[in-house]
Nanobody, 114 residues
Framework: QVQLVESGGGLVQPGGSLRLSCAAS????????MGWYRQAPGKERELVAV?????NYADSVKGRFTISRDNANNTVYLQMNSLKPEDAAVYYC??????????WGKGTLVTVAS
């Protein structure tokens, strides 16, 4: 079992920045990958960024968002800059572990509005 706890969401104006954090209950250096997904009302959950043997971003966030990992503190971050109204969503942390298994946090809400 892996518990994931997100934090850092909130209300931000367009063009602003937020940093999301996801704290894991187990050493993340052993994980296959960690990532961030988001789900806006009425839409499907979508990948935002993933960090494992490779790092990948959704086209819509490339150049604006950065995923990073702090293995010493078992935490993964998502730095979000130049936020747009369309970035508003519930952001979920995700972990894939060996030999198999996927875990989710409960999500943190990001609102982008003037």
């Amino acid at each position: 079992q892996v518990q994931l706890v997100e934090s850092g969401g909130g209300l931000v104006q367009p063009g602003g920045s937020l940093r999301l954090s996801c704290a894991a209950s187990r050493p993340i250096f052993r994980f296959k990958s960690m990532g961030w997904y988001r789900q806006a009302p009425g839409k499907e959950r979508e990948l935002v960024a993933v960090s494992g043997s490779y790092t990948n971003y959704a086209d819509s966030v490339k150049g604006r968002f950065t995923i990073s990992r702090d293995n010493a503190n078992n935490t993964v971050y998502l730095q979000m800059n130049s936020l747009k109204p369309e970035d508003a969503a519930v952001y979920y942390c995700n972990a894939e572990i060996y030999p198999g298994g996927m875990y989710w946090g409960k999500g943190t809400l990001v609102t982008v509005a003037s």
